[in-house]
């Protein structure tokens, strides 16, 4: 088999035999962490799987079945722009660093490594659901975004093996090392530690978490080490078909709710197979305060340093028409004064995630929107809602409150006395699993979500999205 076969990649491995041998001694450990921690089962199915062949918006993605120990995971990274430039921080407009400044290598290190540990962790997370799929679309769905998620560990392996020299190398071992959930060797991120053992928890993590992704890549993609920026542009085209994926997901679970609402009267859909609102609303509110914890605190020199080392920029910094170095800026960030929820102008600079973390609020509202509308089209006046940024929040200035997801500082008694209407319970736990029942025949779908709009790549919905070989 050949190198382009083994390894598929546009960084001209065949030429890097250094590089080549490195990670040619690293992919036989992929696939033993795949093999152990990768999806349950399934591995000798054919999953209609897209596989990414090259770059650019035309033809980068080829769809066949393949079994997903046989996927091509690959190395792309989008073409490097002519005389690209660092676009933000000290080094404003001098040339975008092509190797690892000296003197900003352990912080880019710690960047990479922990944007690659996700990847790995929310395949272990994910990796008993196939059981219970409630279609082979979904399943497929499911398949997809975890060998993406494997080639997200291979994008940010390759940085590493590429740049870093030994360090690298031990780091790219160890990424394949810890565990999700594993007391002794976890994740790196607490959102990463949990494991996503039902279908409702999985499409809340692919709208919100996936989403924070897109986010931390986006910030990424504007670095001025050029390496990790044209690897980040192209992990994003991966990453939307992630989002689209809870997006979708959650949406059609939305509108199951709404058929049976309509179909019976009743607000509680859950004797007729479905998952009412209000259940579904405690899921959104769980999913996202813990991914709004990911973006880390407000007020940060971590965020101040990776921006004016020009590391890691705004999302769209290219499109900000400022001066791109925030030194006398200033940013509006939510804290608390005593018990109060407050609004401070604090310096622009340390307030870099709190900035991020708007952004991705305002993408999550847009979600939540579509989901209304869906609400709205049945004649149903119920809305979803994102809680109040404060809400549950264990990271930051909000982890020392408890806080309503209206925004209100609560007593303990009254978060004790709120806590079972505004996050999941275990009862809505045993529900949740007493409707995980697998359901693999081609064009049906579990009684608790609707079908998708349409299929994968213009297959039909009830195409055989995985089968036998
Ligand atoms: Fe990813
Ligand atoms: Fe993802």
């Given at each position: 088999?050949?190198?382009?076969?083994?390894?598929?990649?546009?960084?001209?491995?065949?030429?890097?035999?250094?590089?080549?041998?490195?990670?040619?001694?690293?992919?036989?450990?992929?696939?033993?962490?795949?093999?152990?921690?990768?999806?349950?089962?399934?591995?000798?199915?054919?999953?209609?799987?897209?596989?990414?062949?090259?770059?650019?918006?035309?033809?980068?993605?080829?769809?066949?079945?393949?079994?997903?120990?046989?996927?091509?995971?690959?190395?792309?990274?989008?073409?490097?722009?002519?005389?690209?430039?660092?676009?933000?921080?000290?080094?404003?407009?001098?040339?975008?660093?092509?190797?690892?400044?000296?003197?900003f290598?352990n912080a880019l290190r710690r960047i990479i490594v922990t944007q690659g540990?996700?990847?790995?962790?929310?395949?272990?997370?994910?990796?008993?659901?196939?059981?219970?799929?409630?279609?082979?679309?979904?399943?497929?769905?499911?398949?997809?975004?975890?060998?993406?998620?494997?080639?997200?560990?291979?994008?940010m392996?390759?940085l590493?093996?590429?740049?870093?020299?030994?360090?690298?190398?031990?780091?790219?071992?160890?990424?394949?090392?810890?565990?999700?959930?594993?007391?002794?060797?976890?994740?790196?991120?607490?959102?990463?530690?949990?494991?996503?053992?039902?279908?409702?928890?999985?499409?809340?993590?692919?709208?919100?978490?996936?989403?924070?992704?897109?986010?931390q890549?986006?910030a990424l993609?504007?670095s001025?080490f050029?390496?990790l920026?044209?690897?980040c542009?192209?992990?994003?085209?991966?990453?939307?078909?992630?989002?689209?994926?809870?997006?979708?997901?959650?949406?059609?679970?939305?509108?199951?709710?709404?058929?049976?609402?309509?179909?019976?009267?009743?607000?509680?859909?859950?004797?007729?197979?479905?998952?009412?609102?209000?259940?579904?609303?405690?899921?959104?509110?769980?999913?996202?305060?813990?991914?709004?914890?990911?973006?880390?605190?407000?007020?940060?020199?971590n965020?101040?340093?990776f921006?004016?080392m020009?590391l890691k920029?705004?999302?769209?910094?290219?499109?900000?028409?400022?001066?791109?170095?925030?030194?006398?800026?200033?940013?509006?960030?939510?804290?608390?004064?005593?018990?109060?929820?407050?609004?401070?102008?604090?310096?622009?600079?340390?307030?870099?995630?709190?900035?991020?973390?708007?952004?991705?609020?305002?993408?999550?509202?847009?979600?939540?929107?579509?989901?209304?509308?869906?609400?709205?089209?049945?004649?149903?006046?119920?809305?979803?809602?994102?809680?109040?940024?404060?809400?549950?929040?264990?990271?930051?200035?909000?982890?020392?409150?408890?806080?309503?997801?209206?925004?209100?500082?609560?007593?303990?008694?009254?978060?004790?006395?709120?806590?079972?209407?505004?996050?999941?319970?275990?009862?809505?736990?045993?529900?949740?699993?007493?409707?995980?029942?697998?359901?693999?025949?081609?064009?049906?779908?579990?009684?608790?979500?609707?079908?998708?709009?349409?299929?994968?790549?213009?297959?039909?919905?009830?195409?055989?999205?995985?089968?036998?070989?």
């Open positions: 088999m050949d190198l382009n076969e083994r390894i598929p990649n546009n960084v001209n491995l065949s030429e890097d035999k250094r590089l080549q041998r490195a990670l040619e001694k690293w992919l036989p450990n992929f696939l033993a962490w795949w093999h152990d921690m990768g999806p349950e089962g399934f591995q000798e199915k054919d999953v209609w799987l897209r596989t990414a062949i090259d770059v650019g918006s035309e033809g980068w993605a080829h769809f066949d079945y393949v079994k997903m120990p046989e996927y091509r995971w690959g190395i792309f990274l989008e073409p490097a722009e002519p005389n690209a430039k660092v676009g933000f921080g000290d080094n404003f407009g001098a040339p975008a660093y092509q190797e690892v400044p000296g003197e290598r540990d996700t990847e790995p962790a929310s395949v272990e997370q994910q990796r008993r659901l196939g059981s219970t799929c409630p279609s082979l679309y979904d399943l497929r769905n499911l398949f997809q975004v975890n060998v993406e998620e494997g080639r997200h560990l291979w994008a392996v390759y590493l093996h590429a740049y870093f020299g030994r360090d690298g190398r031990d780091e790219a071992d160890a990424l394949l090392e810890r565990r999700s959930g594993n007391p002794d060797k976890p994740r790196i991120l607490e959102a990463f530690n949990q494991p996503c053992d039902d279908w409702l928890n999985f499409y809340a993590f692919t709208m919100f978490t996936d989403r924070d992704g897109k986010y890549l986006s993609a504007e001025g050029e390496p920026a044209r690897t542009r192209f992990m994003l085209t991966e990453e939307a078909h992630h989002m689209f994926v809870g997006e979708t997901g959650v949406g059609r679970v939305v509108q199951r709710a709404c058929e049976l609402m309509r179909q019976h009267k009743t607000d509680d859909v859950r004797p007729h197979g479905g998952i009412d609102l209000r259940m579904l609303q405690r899921y959104l509110n769980f999913h996202y305060a813990v991914s709004l914890d990911l973006f880390g605190s407000e007020i940060s020199t965020a101040a340093n921006y004016t020009g920029g705004r999302f769209e910094e290219t499109k900000k028409d400022d001066d791109h170095q925030l030194k006398t800026a200033t940013y509006t960030v939510t804290g608390l004064d005593g018990d109060r929820l407050v609004t401070r102008e604090e310096p622009a600079l340390p307030s870099l995630n709190e900035r991020l973390r708007d952004d991705y609020i305002a993408d999550c509202q847009r979600g939540v929107d579509r989901w209304n509308r869906i609400i709205r089209e049945h004649g149903i006046d119920v809305e979803l809602r994102l809680p109040h940024r404060a809400f549950h929040r264990a990271i930051g200035a909000f982890s020392e409150v408890r806080v309503s997801p209206d925004g209100r500082v609560l007593s303990q008694a009254e978060w004790d006395a709120g806590k079972s209407r505004w996050l999941p319970t275990d009862e809505d736990e045993a529900f949740i699993e007493s409707l995980m029942k697998p359901v693999i025949e081609p064009g049906k779908f579990a009684s608790w979500i609707a079908p998708p709009a349409r299929g994968i790549n213009g297959r039909p919905v009830d195409f055989d999205y995985v089968r036998s070989a």
